[in-house]
Structures are given as structure tokens and as C-alpha cells.
């Protein structure tokens, strides 16, 4: 990639901007707009619960969940530090304190499904196959630590099997068909993002699922971690994943 691809890989406002090109992946991206006064604003009074988080983060790191108050008020939680105020000026200048220069964004929050009281997204790992097809080789769940408000493995999330956390939401053959559906929305958006990066092998697609089963993507990684499905006892994802990954790698 060239260091200009590399740049704008790294935003999670310009990736966004490719996927909303797209009719049949439009409707699974969350509203997202940039973090201004104003927006905040709109946001937190659409939507109720919002995730304020760095343009160009990683690891789950500057990761921010704010909500209304059940009657008033308005909280956000960083890390495990939960802040409570009285007024939207309150809230909004210390969140603009906290991002400082920083740019930010504002997106919809999605009340992600939990199992055990912990809150999980599902990653899908897709890569271009020996034959130059998009494949969906991985998935798994991601089960967050439960005092955070991300799913990051570097922020304490554990990689989980989906069977193991689906299980108690949907029967087994709703989760053959929810599990066919991500592939298939993981392979669109990375043919969709290959419009941009025709020498990208593999994309990373988070989805969060909330409480309908509704996917919605969270965020595309240009560089996911291949060793997650290492965590799994079952080790057939991951030899394929590797196997794929190689592949690109001796290209
Ligand atoms: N809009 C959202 N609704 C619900 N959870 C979210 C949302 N955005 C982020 N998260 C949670 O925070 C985690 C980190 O956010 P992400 O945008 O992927 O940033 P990073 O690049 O740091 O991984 C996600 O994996 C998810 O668990
Ligand atoms: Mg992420």
C-alpha cells in the first residue's frame, strides 16, 4: 500500500465513507458524524446511547460510551470511570476536554447482545482465496471484560467461540442462517473496499448484534489479528486463516 492507502486505512471516517457508496451495505452502518458540539448533541437526543471514539484508534483505546439519564442528565464511561451530569453543557465540555485536539467521531451505540452480563461482537475475517475470490475463512465473538464498554482483545476481551455465545440467543439453525448472513455481508464489504485497495488479501469486519439480532458494523480493520482464532480449541479457522494469509504474504 502506499503511504497515502495507509493513511486513510487508518480512518475510520474515510472507510465509512467507501461503505455508505454502498446500497446493500448502507443500511448496516450506524449514523456516524464527527465529533462537534452540535452533533453530540443531535446524537445523544436521537439515539439515547452513543460511542464517541477516536477517527484513527486502535485496541479499543479513547473508546468512549455516553447515554441520557433515565430521567435526566447525561453519563459517558471511559475505561471503567463512569462521570454523571447535571446539564448538556457539563457533559459536552468535559468530553471536549477529554479529546482535546483530537478528531473524534460520534456514532449510534448499539445495545450489543451479552452472555454472562458481558457485552460481545462477532468478528469476521475475510480473505481473498488462492483463486482471487473473497472468502469469509474466520469467525468468532469477542465477549468484553466485563467492567468495559469494548470488546477489544487489548482491552481484556476474550476471544469466543459464536456457537458459545449465540447459543442461549438463537436455536441452531437460526445461527447456521445469522452465521451465513455476516459471511456474506463481510464479503461484500471487502469487495467493496478493494474498489479502494485493489492489493488489500484480508479485512477484519466488526459487527455488533443488538437485541433484534440486527448486524450493524462497528468497524473495518485493514490489519486483523490473525492469532485470535488461535484462542479456540477447535483450530480449523485458524489453519486456514494462516494458510490464506501466507499465501499473500509470499505474493
Ligand atoms: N457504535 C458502537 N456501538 C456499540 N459498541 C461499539 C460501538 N463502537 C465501538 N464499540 C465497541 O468498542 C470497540 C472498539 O471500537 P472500534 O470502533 O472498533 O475502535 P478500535 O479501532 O479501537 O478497535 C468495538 O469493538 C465495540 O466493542
Ligand atoms: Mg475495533
Redesign the pocket.
Known amino acids: 500500500m502506499s503511504a497515502k492507502q495507509v493513511q486513510s486505512g487508518q480512518s ?1 471516517w474515510y472507510k465509512t465513507q467507501l461503505l455508505l457508496k454502498n446500497n446493500t451495505i448502507h443500511p448496516f452502518i ?1 449514523d456516524t458524524r464527527k465529533f462537534t458540539k452540535h452533533n453530540l448533541k443531535q446524537m445523544i437526543h436521537s439515539y439515547g446511547m452513543i ?1 464517541v ?1 477516536p477517527e484513527r ?5 479513547g ?1 468512549i460510551r455516553a447515554e441520557r439519564g433515565e430521567r435526566q442528565g447525561y453519563a459517558y464511561q471511559y475505561e471503567e470511570t463512569l462521570r454523571q451530569f447535571d446539564t448538556f453543557e457539563a457533559f459536552h465540555n468535559s468530553l471536549a476536554k477529554k479529546i482535546g485536539k483530537r478528531s473524534y467521531l460520534v ?4 445495545h ?1 447482545l451479552k452472555h454472562n452480563g458481558r ?1 460481545f ?1 462477532i468478528r469476521v475475517m475475510v480473505q481473498l482465496s488462492p483463486k482471487g475470490v473473497w472468502e469469509a475463512t474466520g469467525i468468532i465473538g ?1 465477549l ?1 471484560h466485563p467492567r468495559k ?4 482483545y487489548h482491552s481484556g476481551g476474550k476471544p469466543t467461540a459464536v456457537e458459545q455465545l449465540l447459543s442461549t440467543h438463537l436455536s441452531a439453525q437460526q445461527l447456521m442462517h445469522l452465521k451465513g448472513e455476516l459471511n456474506r455481508l463481510g464479503i461484500r464489504i471487502a469487495a467493496q473496499m478493494q474498489k479502494t485497495y485493489p492489493h488489500h488479501r484480508q479485512f477484519g469486519v ?1 459487527i ?1 448484534l443488538d437485541r433484534t439480532l440486527k448486524p450493524w458494523i ?2 473495518v480493520n485493514m490489519n486483523p489479528d490473525p492469532y485470535i482464532f488461535n484462542q479456540l480449541k477447535d483450530k480449523s479457522m485458524y489453519r486456514r486463516v494462516m494458510r490464506y494469509r501466507r499465501l499473500g504474504l509470499t505474493k
Do not use: F, S
Open positions: 475510520k450506524p460511542y471514539k484508534g486502535t485496541y479499543g483505546n473508546v456514532q449510534k451505540g448499539i450489543l457485552r461482537d469477542r468484553g464498554i469494548v470488546t477489544n466488526d455488533g462497528i468497524e
